[in-house]
């Protein structure tokens, strides 16, 4: 998905500067692919964290063949919901879907913050083993995991909420054309955290970005 939005802005500045509109054209509709993908994947992501963590024998059961399936299938659908997106962009021509976008958005913020504070309320909980809430014996991995979901839920609430105020803005009356312009690209960078939040939490899981000396 990543390399998608890559390719695209690529052959997309390649058209508008060496004037070859068609290519600048197309190039936009693969780039807006990546737009409800992203948005698709980490919904479907935090789905399978809060089975994981608030259903784990639902989560193990569908670890089988079945429960694969079911995973390849939602994975597909998503994909086949990146390539529709294109089909609504054509339908709207020039303009922004602001509409099926901020429904897609809304549904997507929904579902992550109910999944991740779920998690985070299961995580704090403390253990069988465990005689009230006193956080020093929170299990150590249960420090990490929360960590974890808080920072993946932080830059995931940054870019949703930073993209909806500003094609909001551009949407409404107050802004002029060229000041839309600059809002609707300041919102196009909300979603570079969400992009490295999780190649940086696996580098440091393996230990790449910092050693922890014993």
């Given at each position: 998905m990543e390399l998608s939005c890559i390719v695209g802005s690529i052959f997309y500045f390649y058209g508008y500067y060496g004037e070859f509109p068609s290519i600048a054209k197309t190039a936009l509709y693969v780039f807006n692919v990546a737009f409800p993908g992203e948005m698709y994947f980490h919904t479907l992501t935090c789905v399978e964290r809060y089975l994981a963590v608030v259903h784990p024998i639902t989560y193990r059961r569908l670890r089988q063949s079945w429960g694969v399936r079911i995973r390849n299938i939602s994975i597909g659908c998503i994909w086949l919901l990146c390539f529709?997106?294109?089909c609504v962009k054509i339908l709207y021509n020039s303009n922004f879907p602001f509409i099926p976008f901020f429904s897609c958005l809304a549904f997507s913020l929904l579902v992550v913050s109910f999944c991740s504070f779920s998690v985070l309320s299961v995580l704090i909980r403390p253990g069988p083993g465990d005689v009230g809430g006193d956080d020093r014996r929170v299990d150590r991995l249960k420090h990490r995991a929360f960590h974890t979901v808080m920072a993946i839920l932080a830059v995931l609430w940054l870019?949703?909420?930073?993209?909806?105020?500003?094609?909001?803005?551009?949407a409404s009356s107050l802004l002029s054309y060229d000041d839309g312009c600059v809002v609707m690209m300041l919102g196009m960078w909300f979603c570079l955290p969400s992009s490295l939040v999780l190649p940086l939490l696996f580098l440091h899981r393996a230990g790449k970005l910092c050693r922890n000396e014993e």
């Open positions: 529709q997106w294109i870019w949703f909420v930073g993209v909806i105020v500003c094609y909001g803005l551009d």
